[in-house]
Nanobody, 118 residues
Framework: VQLQASGGGLVQAGESLRLSCEAS????????MGWYRQAPGKQREVVAG???????NYVDSVKGRFTISRDNAKNTVYLQMNSLKPEDTAVYYCNAARYDRGRRIDYWGKGTQVTVSS
């Protein structure tokens, strides 16, 4: 599975960005896709996830502001980020995961930088 992320950039607080992540390869094996982020000096954290069935989950800090969605025809997952805050500044990583006999296997795209100025 290969993941190609795009859509990062520099915006001001309150503005919006949309991240995209296109999956290729053995995508039929994927169970969930999602976005993680890592700010300088901090651990990588999950931001949002979506299952093949369309169920979504979000970290509390982005609920009501971010929306994850997927276009199965395009093998693409999106993260719509509204009302961005400076604390959203981080490198965002696309993730795809599958389970093989109970073991989780993760795939990662290259990070895309999101910078929110105050």
């Amino acid at each position: 599975v290969q993941l190609q992320a795009s859509g990062g950039g520099l915006v001001q607080a309150g503005e919006s960005l949309r991240l995209s992540c296109e999956a290729s390869g053995s995508i039929f094996t994927i169970n969930t896709m999602g976005w993680y982020r890592q700010a300088p000096g901090k651990q990588r954290e999950v931001v949002a996830g979506i299952t093949t069935g369309g169920s979504t989950n979000y970290v509390d800090s982005v609920k009501g502001r971010f929306t994850i969605s997927r276009d199965n025809a395009k093998n693409t997952v999106y993260l719509q980020m509204n009302s961005l805050k400076p604390e959203d500044t981080a490198v965002y990583y696309c993730n795809a995961a599958r389970y093989d006999r109970g073991r989780r296997i993760d795939y990662w795209g290259k990070g895309t930088q999101v910078t929110v100025s105050s």
